[in-house]
Structures are given as C-alpha cells and as structure tokens.
C-alpha cells in the first residue's frame, strides 16, 4: 500500500516534521480524530451540532424528499404530526424553530433539575455549617503544652 507524506509543524520540536501516512493509516487517524473528537464534546455542544447538521441536510432536500423522510420517520403518526403542525399554524402564540432549539438546549442540565436546584445548593451550604467567622491561623498542639 502506497504511503502519502504530510508535512506539519511540531510543537515538540518547535519545526517542520514529515509523517509518512498510507490509507489505512490515514482512515484510523480520521476515525480517531473523530472519536475523541465527538467523545470530548458537552452533551449540550453534540446536541446543538446534530441538530444543525440535520436541519441543513433537511434545507437542502426537495420538498417530495422531506414528506418523503417525515414518513418514514413518523409513519403512522405522520397524519397526526401534519394536524397538529396545521392546529399550530391557526394559534397566535408560536415558536421559532429558533426559539424551540433554544428552549430545548437551555433543557439539558446535565442531569439537573432546573426548577429545584437553586434550593438543592441552597441546602448543601447550609448543611455544610459554613459561617462568616474566619478561621485561626494559629496552630497549638495540645501535647506540647503540657511539656
């Protein structure tokens, strides 16, 4: 298998370096890159990038093609979704679709309940028996006292 060469700038060496990749090795780099990459991304970043990737693949799609997706997605249900979609456009209040992606990201809490966290920490402080008094920097040891 024919290798390819690639030069880069090494900030171990702090200069130009080669590495000589074939295909094989390339595609595990890729794969690896990816992997780490997506394996270091919060919860809320993967989220917001999959759901951007995914609302740009649904853009770029003829209008047959999104019915099309949208059926096989919801199947029996695809009924129902257009009526409510129908309901939700004769209401006077309504979302963005930005609005509703906002709504869901500001959602994940990393396993956080919003509406009763403030008086979960709220609870873990006072437990905590934290006071205003400062502490004494000075240390006495009791066996040496009696000497």
Known sequence: ???QSFTYFSHNTMKEE???LNE???NALREFYVE???DNMETKDLVQYVTDDMFQYMESLPDNEVIEECL???DDSFEDVVEEIMEFEQCDFKKT???KKDDYLDSLSEGKDLDDYGSKVDALVDSM???DEKEST???RRDLDSL
């Open 18 to 20: 080669l590495v000589n």
């Open 24 to 26: 094989n090795q390339l």
């Open 97 to 99: 679709l930005e609005d």
């Open 72 to 74: 096989n997605y919801w």
């Open 36 to 38: 780490r990459f997506v």
């Open 1 to 3: 298998m024919e290798s």
């Open 138 to 140: 000075t240390h006495r």
């Open 129 to 131: 028996s934290v006071t």
